[in-house]
């Protein structure tokens, strides 16, 4: 099915087709947006009379003469200093949405982009051996949530999971394994998340103990992380140990997120550990890296530290070790000159800001990088906090784990829907299917309304209450249509009808479904699904607006009873589409 024209696409298209006839010379945007006063404004004509010297109320009203109204203009009027005010016909807003309605796409009429890429998305980054905890969380979250808008958008998306699982505490835990070789064997053949996360926690701080009181052991940990660069094959296969546990774990924490992880994303510091001589050689070889006290240096003139002297990106450490940022320039080369990425998004820590600052400088002047060929972005976030403003932390001032976050929030939803669930016949899996949905909605939506620079409050009591910009108001009108539909039963077929005046409440329900595709290019565009967020909760409101004021089932003639099934129908749709490009469910009974 082709994609459905946007009732505002259209508006635009005649007013910027009026404006050149009115204007020929001039560069015509009407500057269109949605208005109170009536469906649309255009504030346009107010720069287009400045540039020509024009009266702008004058230049207005011949703008009106030239527009072709049709069958989707009713009035369009000039207002102010030189404003246009647009009415559409209630049988153009109805089309529109009958148009949307009947893609069978599951698309609801939205385009794909006509020039789509390759963006490479780093995101969800735990670390071996290590639980993952609250700080977690967002790079998850956010970084699912952008995969899903531009792969549905038609972009072309490689996921990314750059874990860390290298480095020198692999030495000792490797050393400690060797000497210790049964202490990740396992009695039985599948083995949960959190069996896995506590032998490998286990383990880790035996051998801390062990490294700090034992200086022969220490010696023989530092050889073996040696051992581990140099490729040595009994060193990488007990090391391999450690991954294939971590993941398991990974897994079990990402499946309870309800994200889908697959384990070819997963391309680790590992991975790019051959290209590190390679990439050190080419910075120096160019002049981009220069030696400096025996390191590998690229400094900036822009970054000093607090002394005022210049602090460089350590490349190669004197010691010949390797940076971080070796590892990413190495990254970078990769997804530029392998995966022929058009974009490179990092969904990191706004706190690793500088660093990325000037690891994207480094790759523009080695020419990996340029603005208009290949553009990397960092979707910095900010930390989540407490209800007292500090960051997210345990009583005892410990860092709080993902799962156990993730528990709770789910504990409190279920018992949410175990209130209502008499009322609405839900048996106990679906009680327990749907805490979860709910609870692992909650946390996602409290993250992804926010946007993502700024940091968000953790409270849980507002996360899974009904009332304000919750996940589960938007998944109670959700279901709330769901039952309306199952009442309507056969009786009543959603069924537009173009003929019918619209009230009020329908108008403006009708107006923002056709914003969703608009919605979802700009929040591809600046990758900010708090936007999406934004829209699919105006949508909620619009709906429990049009509920006080149109009845459905009890409507005044069985056409209106069919339009109205029509009309929310399609928002179920608009809200099911919308809340899944955020990685959160919609139950149908709530």
């Given at each position: 099915m082709a994609p459905v024209t946007s009732l505002t696409a259209s508006v635009n298209q005649r007013l910027t087709t009026a404006l050149s006839a009115t204007l020929p010379t001039a560069d015509a945007e009407p500057l269109l947006r949605r208005s109170d006063r009536a469906d649309y404004q255009a504030n346009?004509?107010?720069?287009?009379?400045?540039?020509?010297?024009?009266?702008?109320?004058?230049?207005?009203?011949?703008?009106?003469?030239?527009?072709?109204?049709?069958?989707?203009?009713?009035?369009?009027?000039?207002?102010?200093?030189?404003?246009?005010?647009?009415?559409?016909?209630?049988?153009?807003?109805?089309?529109?949405?009958?148009?949307?309605?009947?893609?069978?796409?599951?698309?609801?009429?939205?385009?794909?982009?006509?020039?789509?890429?390759?963006?490479?998305?780093?995101?969800?980054?735990?670390?071996?051996?290590k639980e993952m905890h609250v700080g977690h969380l967002r790079?998850?979250?956010?970084?699912?949530?952008?995969?899903?808008?531009?792969?549905?958008?038609?972009?072309?998306?490689?996921?990314?999971?750059h874990i860390g699982d290298w480095g020198t505490q692999f030495g000792m835990?490797?050393?400690?394994?060797?000497?210790?070789?049964?202490?990740?064997?396992?009695?039985?053949?599948?083995?949960?998340?959190?069996?896995?996360?506590?032998?490998?926690?286990?383990?880790?701080?035996?051998?801390?103990?062990?490294?700090?009181?034992?200086?022969?052991?220490k010696t023989r940990a530092r050889r073996r992380v040696v051992d581990l660069q140099a490729g040595d094959p009994h060193t990488l296969a007990t090391w391999q140990k450690f991954v294939d546990e971590s993941k398991?774990?990974?897994?079990?924490?990402?499946?309870?997120?309800?994200?889908?992880?697959?384990?070819?994303?997963?391309?680790?510091?590992?991975?790019?550990?051959?290209?590190?001589?390679?990439?050190?050689?080419?910075?120096?070889?160019?002049?981009?890296?220069?030696?400096?006290?025996?390191?590998?240096?690229?400094?900036?003139?822009?970054?000093?530290?607090?002394d005022g002297n210049p602090v460089p990106l350590i490349v190669k450490k004197s010691d010949g070790g390797y940076g971080y940022a070796a590892t990413d320039l190495s990254a970078i080369r990769d997804r530029v000159f392998n995966l022929k990425a058009n974009s490179l998004l990092y969904v990191v820590d706004a706190r690793q800001s500088l660093h990325f600052k000037m690891v994207f400088e480094t790759a523009r002047r080695a020419g990996w990088l340029n603005d208009e060929d290949v553009k990397a972005f960092q979707l910095a976030f900010g930390t989540v906090l407490g209800k007292d403003g500090k960051p997210f932390k345990t009583r005892e001032g410990e860092t709080i784990r993902l799962v156990d976050l993730l528990d709770e929030a789910i504990d409190r939803a279920t018992?949410?829907?175990?209130?209502?669930?008499?009322?609405?016949?839900?048996?106990?899996?679906?009680?327990?299917e749907n805490g979860r949905y709910v609870g692992v909605g909650a946390v996602k939506y409290a993250d992804l309304s926010t946007?993502?620079?700024r940091d968000y409050k953790f409270d849980l009591d507002q996360m899974v209450s009904l009332n304000g910009d919750t996940s589960v108001y938007l998944q109670y009108a959700y279901a709330r249509i769901q039952s309306i539909l199952r009442k309507a039963g056969e009786s009543a077929a959603p069924?537009?009808?173009?003929?019918?005046?619209l009230a009020p409440a329908e108008r403006a329900l009708g107006l923002h479904l056709d914003q969703f595709g608009e919605t979802l290019a700009e929040v591809a565009e600046s990758y900010e699904p708090h936007k999406l967020a934004a829209y699919l909760f105006k949508l909620a409101t619009l709906l429990t607006t049009f509920y006080d004021q149109c009845p459905v089932l009890k409507a005044d003639t069985p056409a209106q009873t069919e339009n109205r099934l029509f009309l929310v129908d399609l928002t179920a749709r608009t809200l099911h589409r919308g809340m899944a490009l955020l990685g959160i469910r919609t139950p149908d009974k709530l």
């Open positions: 346009g004509i107010l720069a287009l009379a400045k540039k020509a010297k024009a009266n702008p109320r004058e230049l207005a009203t011949q703008v009106v003469a030239q527009v072709e109204s049709g069958e989707l203009i009713k009035e369009i009027e000039v207002s102010g200093p030189g404003f246009l005010n647009i009415t559409l016909t209630d049988k153009a807003i109805t089309q529109n949405l009958a148009e949307r309605y009947a893609d069978t796409e599951n698309r609801l009429g939205v385009p794909l982009t006509t020039h789509p890429g390759t963006t490479v998305i780093d995101y969800a980054q735990p670390n071996v051996a790079s998850a979250v956010i970084g699912d949530a952008v995969v899903q808008i531009l792969e549905f958008t038609g972009e072309n998306v490689v996921r990314r999971h835990l490797i050393q400690y394994l060797d000497e210790h070789p049964h202490e990740l064997d396992h009695k039985d053949a599948q083995i949960s998340g959190e069996e896995a996360m506590s032998n490998l926690d286990r383990l880790y701080k035996a051998a801390r103990k062990l490294f700090d009181s034992d200086e022969e052991f398991i774990y990974f897994f079990s924490v990402f499946e309870k997120l309800d994200m889908e992880i697959r384990d070819a994303d997963i391309v680790g510091e590992s991975g790019y550990n051959d290209m590190l001589d390679e990439t050190c050689r080419l910075l120096e070889e160019s002049g981009v890296a220069v030696r400096s006290e025996g390191a590998l240096c690229v400094f900036f003139d822009d970054v000093k530290g607090p018992a949410v829907v175990r209130e209502k669930a008499e009322k609405v016949g839900l048996s106990e899996q679906e009680i327990v946007s993502a620079v069924t537009a009808h173009p003929e019918l005046e």
